[in-house]
Nanobody, 116 residues
């Protein structure tokens, strides 16, 4: 059973920073690419960042490039999303995700709110 447990969201002022964490209960975590997604109120869920299994390849949604950094610690079965320079339009519920043997799994979601 794959479980993804997220932490680290909250309320921050514009220009602030937050770091999201996602701990995975996947025995072979290190062989799977991991992703972060977000869903704003009334919007479709969108892909924010992807990191390869070994961490050597990372891709970002254009609006977050240069501000967000995805990383992982395979020894801790954890993936992170460091968010700097946050803007009000980054407000959303953030989810980590993984596809294991063709099935998609999501974390419970973590609210990130950017407001003054």
């Amino acid at each position: 059973q794959v479980q993804l447990v997220e932490s680290g969201g909250g309320l921050v002022q514009p220009g602030g920073s937050l770091r999201l964490s996602c701990a995975a209960s996947v025995f072979t975590f290190s062989i799977y690419a991991m992703s972060w997604h977000r869903q704003g109120l009334g919007k479709e869920r969108e892909l924010v960042a992807v990191i390869s299994s070994g961490g050597g390849a990372r891709n970002y949604y254009d609006p977050v490039k240069g501000r967000f950094t995805v990383s992982r610690d395979n020894a801790k079965n954890t993936v992170y999303l460091q968010m700097n320079g946050l803007k009000p339009e980054d407000t959303a519920v953030y989810y980590c995700g993984v596809t294991v043997r063709g099935a998609g799994y999501w974390g419970q979601g973590n609210q990130v709110s950017v407001s003054s």
